[in-house]
């Protein structure tokens, strides 16, 4: 799973790329299977997608702690390495299930 993460990670137009197709992937099943419609699964899909991106954000970030790194005016809590493209991709990755699982327990709520 690492070595596709890298592959995916390794540009922007790819990490995008990626991240369509999974989304179309999963807004298509939820359509498909719950009777959901493209906006409403749209919708759903990026208010989850954008509340998971803020948990997935802080994970494995460290402090820039080399001085010529660090640049005038710079937090000194900023993260080294980022890795936006990686979390961006795992956040669609588990906004998926997370969106699949919410459209399974709907029916069982009365939703």
Same mark, same amino acid.
């Given at each position: 799973?690492?070595?596709?993460?890298?592959?995916? &990670?390794?540009?922007?137009?790819?990490?995008?790329?990626?991240?369509? +197709?999974?989304?179309?992937?999963?807004?298509?099943?939820?359509?498909?299977?719950?009777?959901?419609?493209? &906006?409403?699964?749209?919708?759903?899909?990026?208010?989850? *997608? *954008?509340?998971? +991106?803020?948990?997935?954000?802080?994970?494995?970030?460290?402090?820039?702690?080399?001085?010529?790194?660090?640049?005038?005016?710079?937090?000194? &809590?900023?993260?080294?390495?980022?890795?936006?493209?990686?979390?961006?991709? *795992?956040?669609?990755?588990?906004?998926?299930?997370?969106?699949? &699982?919410?459209?399974?327990?709907?029916?069982?709520?009365?939703?």
């Amino acid at each position: 799973m690492t070595r596709l993460m890298h592959v995916f &990670g390794r540009s922007t137009p790819a990490t995008l790329a990626a991240v369509a +197709l999974l989304v179309a992937a999963f807004v298509a099943a939820g359509v498909n299977l719950f009777k959901l419609t493209i &906006g409403g699964g749209i919708a759903l899909y990026f208010v989850i *997608w *954008w509340t998971l +991106l803020f948990a997935i954000l802080p994970l494995r970030n460290h402090a820039e702690t080399r001085p010529e790194h660090i640049v005038p005016g710079q937090d000194l &809590g900023a993260p080294a390495r980022p890795r936006l493209r990686e979390k961006a991709i *795992w956040t669609t990755l588990l906004s998926g299930v997370v969106f699949l &699982g919410a459209l399974a327990v709907f029916p069982l709520a009365g939703l």
